[in-house]
């Protein structure tokens, strides 16, 4: 790698760097110390890289090297005795911060279960190895064997200066994102919980064994493996030997912020270009005759940028990452999970169809405006029966209604989606006929096009961004997930930008729906 390179890849990972050494040290000058060390290993290291595409995954090699050689000069040696047999009437919760005792208990809260048991079993129950081998459904000698191990990781552990991360005194917050089939099951697995948040994070650029976790986040062992399992089991979490990685691509502020100033022209353009085209194309539009054609002028603005930021979504998805390239999840769905430390939440996509099963016939399209929602997909999604009902009442296959489908009516007058005009219902829904959707699509597809180009600029940019911000053993997720981030950073984006310019507004029409549309069969 000539200098001139090695010099631009420093400029753009340095602030990665930092923000590692930053949740792995107590201060900051510590932090920029480390940071430094780093940065002067990479320098004289350099010419050992002799592959370009190498350098990120060399970066974090050296940057976990320096940091374990960092770790071992500021260890110390404390004087200390853990005898075989400790006194059984010792009061084990009246610590002294300067007693043996004290460091004891802090070493068994490190202890991984295995040993734990045993030693509590042993010198706090007074269990003797019968009763413990009982008890564990383990030889005997199996215990002996754990009391002997756990006996030296706790002296050794005693005479060890223990550093706990950033993460102990300011955990970090994730949130779980998701694209694909079927409902999300992993947005409650971190959902407000700051252990399995703080694992995820503390495994991200670093491959840490349990203890190393406890130490980094500041929660006992104890209370850390169970949700080490759930976070294996969905496959967030993978464990090589006794060390564990974080294994989705996790989206910090660092990487948005820069981002942001990279892309911030090319999303401008997308909003203006959809705008301006709506408003030329307005009569055009409104001649294909679909159900709901004369809403209100922001209802129509807001219905056809929803149906036109679906079809790019769908267009930027079908080029890069078909359906049929979606990975598997842990649960078996074909989908993509990522994390995101503050997500935007500006938009709530989702799409039921007789093609995915979710309805008996036809499509419901949902793009919810998620900071002051007009509709809610969830209102459908968790109601299948209520969902095909709409479809048939849009289709004006309801003519007599029985008293069940009264109670449908009742509900969907009350939520917004239907409207009773002098004992005439009617769909507050755009509503299209296959041959409609078609011609609209048509309609829109010069636009779309122009739309992609834009995009393009963007996902090029993202993905160059992100591979500065990612470990080496995530990189081949890199492309899939830029591309589902294209959601938020081209959809989500250029629609704020749109609400920002007042394009859009979101003073609602009371008996119009236009975020939500449906689709004959």
């Not at 010099?7 to 050494?21: A, G, T």
């Not at 405006?369 to 997909?377: A, D, G, Q, T, V």
């Not at 004992?423 to 041959?435: K, M, R, W």
Request: aromatic share 10%; charged share 25%; proline share 3%.
């Amino acid at each position: 790698m000539d200098k001139k390179d090695f010099n631009e890849k420093i400029s753009d990972i340095s602030k990665s760097i930092m923000s590692y050494c930053v949740t792995r040290t107590s201060n900051r000058y510590d932090a920029e110390d480390l940071a430094q060390e780093i940065i002067v290993e990479l320098v004289k290291s350099v010419e050992n890289i002799r592959d370009d595409k190498a350098f990120y995954g060399f970066m974090w090699a050296v940057a976990r090297k320096v940091y374990a050689m960092w770790c071992r000069k500021r260890a110390k040696l404390n004087t200390g005795e853990l005898p075989d047999d400790l006194a059984d009437d010792t009061d084990y919760f009246d610590i002294d911060d300067n007693t043996d005792l004290y460091m004891l208990r802090r070493e068994l809260t490190l202890l991984s279960e295995k040993y734990r048991q045993a030693v509590i079993l042993y010198y706090l129950e007074n269990k003797s190895c019968s009763e413990i081998s009982s008890i564990l459904c383990i030889s005997e000698s199996m215990v002996k064997y754990l009391l002997f191990k756990a006996r030296k990781i706790l002296k050794e552990g005693m005479y060890m200066e223990r550093n706990y991360g950033e993460q102990s005194y300011n955990p970090k917050q994730l949130s779980l994102l998701y694209m694909g089939e079927g409902p999300n099951k992993y947005w409650n697995i971190t959902d407000s919980k700051k252990i399995p948040q703080n694992i995820l994070w503390a495994c991200y650029n670093d491959n840490l064994n349990a203890e190393e976790i406890s130490l980094q986040i500041g929660v006992a062992l104890p209370y850390l493996e169970a949700e080490i399992k759930i976070l294996e089991k969905a496959g967030l979490l993978i464990q090589k030997g006794s060390r564990y990685s974080t294994n989705i691509i996790i989206f910090t502020n660092e990487f948005k912020i820069e981002l942001s100033a990279k892309i911030e022209s090319k999303q401008e353009l997308i909003a203006d270009t959809l705008y301006n085209f709506i408003v030329d194309n307005e009569d055009k539009i409104k001649d294909i005759g679909f159900h709901m054609n004369g809403m209100s002028r922001n209802s129509f603005l807001w219905h056809i940028s929803c149906a036109a930021f679906q079809l790019l979504f769908g267009k930027i998805t079908e080029r890069d990452y078909p359906f049929e390239k979606y990975p598997v999840t842990a649960f078996g769905e074909k989908a993509f999970v990522w994390g995101d430390e503050s997500p935007s939440n500006i938009l709530g996509l989702c799409n039921m169809s007789s093609h995915d099963g979710s309805l008996d016939e036809g499509e419901i399209r949902f793009l919810d405006y998620l900071p002051n929602p007009k509709s809610e997909h969830a209102y459908f999604y968790r109601n299948r029966k209520l969902a095909n009902f709409y479809i048939k009442l849009a289709s004006g296959k309801i003519k007599n209604p029985n008293e069940h489908e009264k109670e449908f009516i009742a509900d969907l007058i009350a939520n917004g989606y239907a409207l009773n005009n002098n004992g005439e219902i009617s769909i507050t829904t755009p509503v299209y006929t296959q041959s409609q959707i078609n011609e609209l699509y048509s309609l829109l597809s010069p636009m779309i096009e122009e739309l992609l180009k834009s995009a393009a600029d963007i996902q090029e940019a993202a993905e160059k961004v992100l591979k500065n911000h990612v470990p080496a053993h995530l990189k081949q997720q890199t492309a899939g997930i830029i591309c589902m981030r294209m959601f938020d950073e081209v959809i989500g984006a250029s629609t704020e930008i749109m609400r920002r310019k007042d394009y859009l507004k979101i003073n609602w029409s009371a008996c119009e729906m236009p975020t939500v549309y449906v689709v004959l069969g």
